[in-house]
């Protein structure tokens, strides 16, 4: 099975230790969400593993640290969507999307023909077809998450990490964001994804990994992980659970610790 | 990549193959006119002299037409090809690293610590004009400046922070170079240093080509090796670390090139700014905003915007030969001012 | 024999025949004491001969000191073109005569069409042109500007020779030694103290040649005693504190407006010339040295006059 193997990553600015060291195994074909309260080490988690900051302990996939790669390589391996995406030009969507097709091209060499069918593929995963020859700048935000996601799938890559892809995004657009994801993880990508959303998490996720103050508190399944008490510890809060089809339904009902507010 | 036969099943239910070009548009269009306006320009840069009574067209009479060819028209053509070019390109290279459209050599101090530079090599008797010192102080200079502009900005500034750090070079190279003329052997060489500033290709010949080549192609080269992390950098600077090209390799090989063009010409010919400025925005709409695709076509535009301007200077009528840097500010500067009001409300942002 | 040729320039000159040599063919003594004598005679007709093609040099001069240190010492037949600023009167002491010829701006491709022999250029003018028309093979003969009489005289010397004037030269410095003389001895005792006012608020620091010429006239250059910056500028304050009898103003291009001159027309210096006693003398007499700029100096000397008679009823 092809993995993820983090040993011992750790990442501290300054003084301040964003993560303690941190060893997991995420294997390919799994929709990962690193789950946890602001300022648990999620994001920096997720950077520590696409080399954006300095760290400690190794990312190895496929028996390869990441680090050893060669920088397109690696970028070939590693597909990172930020936070908040940018775009700063005002370019067609198609040719946003083409940059995602950079790790594939040498010094000098234009896109081919395999290099257009990705992005086609990219932009239909997204149901983004129809903005193809839309300018970037003048995308809603919808539109331009998808477009983003659309760049970073177009890569190929079989990690993709995406840091809280559905951030301000409507309902719609959030399921269909998740939708994808997942069906990129079950095309055989390992996809890791910070999210703040339970709900979701709970749904589309194979896995989780709940962090709090910088360290693993859970590990495992949704249904594993997503317990009264590891929410209570973890995001000090109480949880509300359900079923509807079949799925598991979580909600986060009220503060912890707040009886005042028990009906 | 992901398992290929997973993907090109689902590829295959999708429509048909594209072509290339839906995502990378043919480039050629711009060169079918540019190639052809910098040879027109060039050789209308060959023809066009000036005498003591205005214009002269053609070379003279016969004993003093090669001559005249060699050793007056053609180093002064090359020369505002090969700084013209470099400016325009240097622009369009810096404005893709800044993701902005207002930078320009000029703006962010590389023009203006270039030819601090070389008046310090020049003028205090370090070097000769003929000496390929001059543009190693040139570079130096401007090596200097823009160190100097990254340590006041930093790296990750914001745009606004790095125009005023711009700013605030210019005028600290404005004032080193003021000191520089009070130290000056006489009144009559300060003189000759202020008129050298503001920037001109009249009687430089072709040694001074010869000085100024050897530091600008590196440059050039420097610059051509980013190009596509400039690309890259649209996505801002993570997501262009993650595609395998690190912010700081492009930032490295923009501001390295720039400092070895640019340096090697303003110390060729003085300060001559705004065609960085100008160019590359004349040229957006024509090649689109990806800043790999302006590059090119920004060193043929700057070659002949500046072949143009040292032309319309030597058709004034009789006098004194005006200053070539004088005349691209009086285009350039109206251009940056309408620049500035019409995207007044982005640079807010 | 070989016969003497002008200096020969590889590119740039246009259309001039080769000469040839003749080789010795001699086998009889008495052809050959005939052709001793012949080119003896040739030698003395070429040193010292009236002006024949190449014997006097055509000369272009593109520096305004130069041009009229050229219009001083060359046979009007050489001179070829002058900078454009020598036939300015507000720049030039000898504006009438320099317009008389061509004028040039000082660029390389007119002096290619000029086609003179020798260049005359001072040595601050555009260091590209002067490298360009050398390695173009042009004489180029650089000048330093005059700040003492000393300098008047050496550059006299060296523009003479470099333009085949050698004896116009020293006729020329003669006497101007001889005037310089005739001043000294007629020298006031007692120096007038004085200042120059010239446009900006500039006035004549120790090395410049308007101290040279205040000191010949007998006068003080109280600035420079007090120890002026390089660069000679005067606050109109420190104008005001100088001790000094005699004002000398400058005016340069009264008739078009500029900061330089709005210093003149400072109303503080408008009263103290009243207390003083003012003189004007025009700025092109402190512009470049030449014989003529000993008119300065009398014009300042009966300056100087005047104010010790004034003195001398005051007394």
Redesign the interface.
Known sequence: MTTLALDDIGVRYGARTALEPVSLDLRAGELVGLIGPNGAGKSSLLKAIAGLVPHRGTATWQSRPLVKMKRLERARTLAYLPQTPAAHWPIRVAELVALGRMPHLAFGQRPGDDDAAAVRWALEQCEALDLADRRVDRLSGGERARALLARALAVRAPILLADEPIQSLDPYHQLKIMGVLKSYASLGALVVAVLHDLALAARFCTRLVLLSHGRVVAEGRPEEVLTRSALEDGYRVEPFFSRHEGELVVLPWRQAGDASKRG | MIADRKLAAATAESQPLLDRRWIDPPFARPFVVLIPLVAIAALASIWV????SGP?FGL??A??AR??LL??RVPRTLLALLVGGTLGLCGAALQGLLRNPLAEPGLLGASSGAALGAVIVFYFGIAA??SLLLPLGGVAGSIGALALLYALAGRRAALVTIVLAGIAINALAAALTSLAL?FAP????A??ILFWMLGSL????L?HVGLALPLMIPGWLLIVAAARGLDALTLGEEAAATLGYAPARTQWLVVGGTALAVGAAVAVSGVIGFVGLVVPHLLRPWTGHHPSRLLAPSFLAGAALTLAADIAIRLMP????LKLGVVTALIGAPFFLHLILRRSGELAS | MPMLEPSSRP??R??NASRGERRPTDRHAYRRSVRIAASVVAAMLVVFAAPARGALPRVASINLCTDQLVLRLADPSQIV?LS?LSADPEESLLADEAARY?????????L??Y?PDVVVA???T????R??LR??GYTVVDVM?ELTVDDIESNLRVVARAIGRAERGEALIAEMRERIRHLERTKPAEPVAAVVVRPGGFTADAGSLAHTLMTLAGLRNVPAEQGLD??GSLSVETLLRTPAELLIVTPYRTDEPSLANAVLAHPALRAVATRKTAIEIPGAYFGCGLPDSLDAVEIMRRANERLGAANGDAL
């Not at chain 3, 555009?126 to 042109?129: C, D, I, K, S, V």
């Open positions: 002299g000036r005498t003591s002269a003279g009479d004993a003093l001559t005249i050793e007056i004009a003929d009070n006489s009144p009559y060489a003189l000759e009249a009687d430089r010949s040694t009789p006098g004194p030969e | 590119r740039a246009a259309g073109t454009w061509p004028l040039n701006y000082g660029t390389a491709e007119e290619l069409r086609d001072g040595a601050f555009g260091a590209y042109t490298s360009l390695s173009l500007p390089r660069w």
